[in-house]
């Protein structure tokens, strides 16, 4: 079975929202550093935000001020709201645990992805 099992990807239209969702019932997310990454066609795996062991977040330069991590350790859930959504947003979006969430809104993702969900920006 998949630690993670992301939902909530789709069409949506250039400056739209959506909100991720990423089910870590399998490994909880107390004390857990994890991550949203994504990949667009073509290219490589990229960190988008992550939150370390004690909840603080930190976010790609990227998608600063538009994308939100958050979670629920009641629900094990992992959420990544995003708004003012571009076509450069386009891509697969991924969850994974971390070794540890960088300034950068990334780190060394380790154990087994989950099948993603797709974000498509589009008009």
């Known amino acids: 079975q998949r630690e993670f099992a992301e939902s909530g990807g789709g069409l949506v239209q250039p400056g739209g929202s959506l909100r991720l969702s990423c089910n870590a019932t399998l490994l909880g997310v107390d004390y857990v550093a994890v991550g949203w990454f994504r990949q667009a066609p073509g290219k490589g795996r990229e960190g988008v935000s992550c939150l370390n062991i004690y909840g603080a977040t930190n976010v790609a330069h990227s998608v600063k001020d538009r994308f939100t991590i958050s979670k629920s350790n009641a629900d094990n859930m992992i959420y990544l709201e995003m708004t003012s959504l571009t076509p450069d947003d386009t891509a697969a979006y991924f969850c994974?645990?971390?070794?540890?969430?960088?300034?950068?809104?990334?780190?060394?993702?380790?154990?087994?992805w989950g099948q993603g969900t797709q974000v498509t920006v589009s008009a």
């Open positions: 994974a645990r971390i070794d540890r969430c960088e300034r950068t809104g990334s780190g060394r993702p380790f154990g087994s």
